[in-house]
């Protein structure tokens, strides 16, 4: 089960560029940044002040095979990713795999600090790519 949205990932080209501008624009602050060697990225949680609600998370490629690099190449800079949070990663990706959907890694992998996610294949998710993510916290 899905307890709330908790991000929206958009690829970008130049991470601290992409900060700047989304914080000169729209006035959002960057929470926390890292990097994620293993999915191939620098990334930034980014929320209005004082906002615990859904985050937008700028992800910008660290190697050129990354997944982030890829879709930069075919796609430009845009909405990448919708993110849900659950409770179980393990307990949601088996409730999708019974209902015939993909999932891309057979298990969980490490996320944003330290949460565990997975993603199910765009083709199986009306063209979105859908990220689950257990947080670390288990919140
Ligand atoms: N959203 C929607 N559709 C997408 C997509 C995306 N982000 N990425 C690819 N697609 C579409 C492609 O356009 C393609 O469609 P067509 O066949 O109609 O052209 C189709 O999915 C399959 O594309 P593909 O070439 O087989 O696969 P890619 O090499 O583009 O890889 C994906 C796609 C989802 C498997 C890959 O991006 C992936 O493994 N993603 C998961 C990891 C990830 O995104 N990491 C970065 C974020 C890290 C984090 O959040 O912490």
């Not at 929470?31 to 992800?59: C, F, I, K, Y």
């Not at 209902?99 to 294949?121: C, M, Q, W």
Request: net charge negative.
């Amino acid at each position: 089960t899905v307890l709330a949205v908790d991000h929206v990932g958009i690829a970008v080209a130049d991470l601290d560029a992409a900060i700047e501008w989304y914080a000169s624009t729209f006035g959002l602050v960057a929470t926390h940044t890292e990097t994620n060697e293993e999915q191939g990225v620098r990334e930034a949680m980014l929320s209005a002040p004082g906002d615990a609600g859904a985050a937008v998370q700028l992800l910008a490629p660290l190697r050129k095979d990354s997944a982030i690099a890829k879709f930069l190449d075919r796609s430009g800079p845009g909405i990448q990713q919708l993110a849900y949070r659950v409770a179980d990663v393990d307990a949601s990706c088996a409730a999708l795999r019974e209902k015939g959907l993909r999932l891309l890694y057979d298990e969980p992998r490490r996320g944003t600090a330290g949460s565990r996610i997975n993603f199910v294949h765009p083709k199986d998710a009306g063209g979105v790519l859908v990220e689950l993510v257990e947080p670390a916290d288990g919140h």
